[in-house]
């Protein structure tokens, strides 16, 4: 009986290491990137193409966002990157998938940046009665996955939403997370996106998107809240960054916690980047600004990196790790205003950064 327990932990162990992890980042601006004229170089600081190089690092997936009308946006974002129409987003999708990548449609129900601090509705609906929202975002979704489908377009996952925790389409489907007002709202708008998604994209996983990684109360109850109302999806996203989200070691709590309270669902983190510099950071207010983890390094970076992924995989039930804006690369173009300095090339030479070399470790 002993030797049999030991037969079938082995078979579970090897199942959990042989499962589908996907490794990639969310890439949205490199075709803009490419049309200013950046410069990607390898490790020996050559000149690259950035897919076919991802793909030799082991990257096999790509995340891209997708705004409703980004030409709405306020100039401020327009500056920030928002441009991702749906034409944009499936020209750019499509060659991702004939690079040999799967593909993560992150759909936002935006004209621009859908996070924490604002879920605006688009303007094209700006003067829908509430209670027609939920039927905008099944027929938005619909048409979405329909174009890129007649584009030869599929993706494997997709987003309901980006960075969700407080809701989305303010103010009719916000909520708290920690409390049990609108949450049949809420959910009413997610069950049509995830509606549509079964009906167009019937193989496609589903993903509901938070920012919560380092606060497991918040986590938990709104991931509980979604059972509640029988929501169906198939994967909790999380957003997890060490400067906002405290350390690896607190993610990985949240990550067996999660195990344990919804064993059914799998895990992605959609998110994660951590700084080797302020420079050029109009948001930093000092040098070490976020550095109670990790230096504001190229080395501080690379033990992130290292770290993050030692911890990923003791976690069986987490299946994708997506690195936010690697694509990021001032080299040689002017293309954004200020840098954010969390990508994997250098914005001074677009020389790969160190951290992309621990990347290849999290897959099985």
């Known amino acids: ?124 609906w700006d003067d829908a009665p509430a209670e027609s929202l939920p039927d905008s975002v099944y027929q938005y979704t619909k048409r979405t996955l329909l174009a890129f489908q007649k584009a030869g377009v599929v993706p494997e996952l997709i987003q309901v939403g980006n960075e969700i925790t407080y809701g989305m389409l303010w103010p009719v489907g916000k909520v708290n997370p920690l409390k049990d007002d609108n949450w049949e709202m809420l959910c009413h708008l997610l069950s049509q996106g995830c509606k549509a998604c079964r009906e167009i994209c019937p193989r496609a996983k589903i993903v509901i998107h938070t920012e919560r990684a380092g606060d497991w109360d918040m986590t938990r109850s709104y991931y509980q809240h979604l059972r509640d109302k029988v929501l169906d999806y198939d994967i909790i996203g999380l957003s997890y960054y060490p400067m906002w989200h405290k350390s690896v070691r607190n993610l990985g709590k949240t990550l067996r916690k999660l195990a344990k309270c919804f064993p059914d669902k799998e895990v992605m983190i959609v998110e994660t980047a951590a700084y080797y510099s302020h420079e050029h950071d109009i948001w930093a207010k000092s040098p070490d600004q976020y550095a109670e983890f990790y230096p504001i390094s190229t080395e501080g970076q690379t033990q992130f990196t290292r770290e993050l992924i030692k911890e990923l995989r003791q976690h069986t039930n987490v299946a994708g790790l997506f690195w936010w804006f690697p694509e990021e690369n001032a080299c040689q173009n002017d293309l954004l205003p200020c840098w954010l300095n969390r990508g994997l090339f250098d914005n001074h030479t677009g020389t790969v950064k160190p951290a992309m070399r621990v990347f290849s470790g999290f897959l099985p």
Not at 54 to 72: K, T
Not at 87 to 99: E, N, T, V
Request: charged fraction near 25%; charge should be neutral; glycine fraction near 6%.
């Open 1 to 124: 009986m002993k030797r049999l327990f030991i037969i079938l932990g082995s078979c579970i162990a090897l199942s959990a290491s042989a499962q589908q992890r996907y490794l990639g980042g969310d890439l949205s601006m490199l075709p803009s990137y490419e049309e200013a004229g950046a410069v990607y170089r390898d490790y020996e600081g050559e000149p690259v193409e950035v897919l076919p190089f991802l793909r030799q690092q082991g990257w096999n997936a790509m995340r891209v966002r997708l705004f409703v009308n980004p030409e709405y946006a306020p100039q401020k974002h327009k500056e920030e990157g928002v441009c991702q129409d749906i034409d944009y987003a499936i020209r750019f999708s499509k060659r991702i998938q004939q690079a040999g990548f799967a593909l993560l449609l992150d759909i936002q129900y935006s004209d621009y940046w859908a996070d924490p601090s604002k879920q605006t509705i688009p303007r094209l």
